[in-house]
């Protein structure tokens, strides 16, 4: 399995901005999908996950309200749509990907991040 991130960048507080993520190599509506991210000297953190393209994502209480996950099985593609955005949502963002019937919560696909800049 291999993830591709794109669509970072640096951006005005209250900006928006999309990442998506291309998934190949195996058959992307059987993975839980995720964004994390890691800001400077900090550690890495879950922004959002979603399992059904139809189901409840969850999200991180920072960015509850403001980004919204989504995926599109057809495209084999992952989203994450992040609005009003703030300089405290500056970080390098990561895709991740776990098999639904794999007996870890552990991701262990990795994208190569995308960073994404706010300035006030």
């Known amino acids: 399995v291999q993830l591709q991130a794109s669509g970072g960048g640096s951006v005005q507080t209250g900006d928006s901005l999309r990442l998506s993520c291309v998934f190949s190599?195996?058959?992307?509506?059987?993975?839980?999908m995720a964004w994390f991210r890691q800001a400077p000297g900090k550690e890495r953190e879950i922004v959002a996950n979603i399992y059904w393209s139809r189901g409840n994502p969850y999200y991180a209480d920072s960015v509850k309200g403001r980004f919204t996950i989504s995926r599109d099985d057809a495209k084999n593609t992952l989203f994450l749509q992040m609005r009003s955005l703030k300089p405290e949502d500056t970080a390098v963002y990561y895709c991740a990907a776990r098999h639904r019937a794999a007996e870890t919560t552990e991701y262990g696909v990795w994208g190569q991040g995308t960073q994404v800049t706010v300035s006030s």
């Open positions: 190599g195996r058959a992307f509506v059987n993975y839980v």
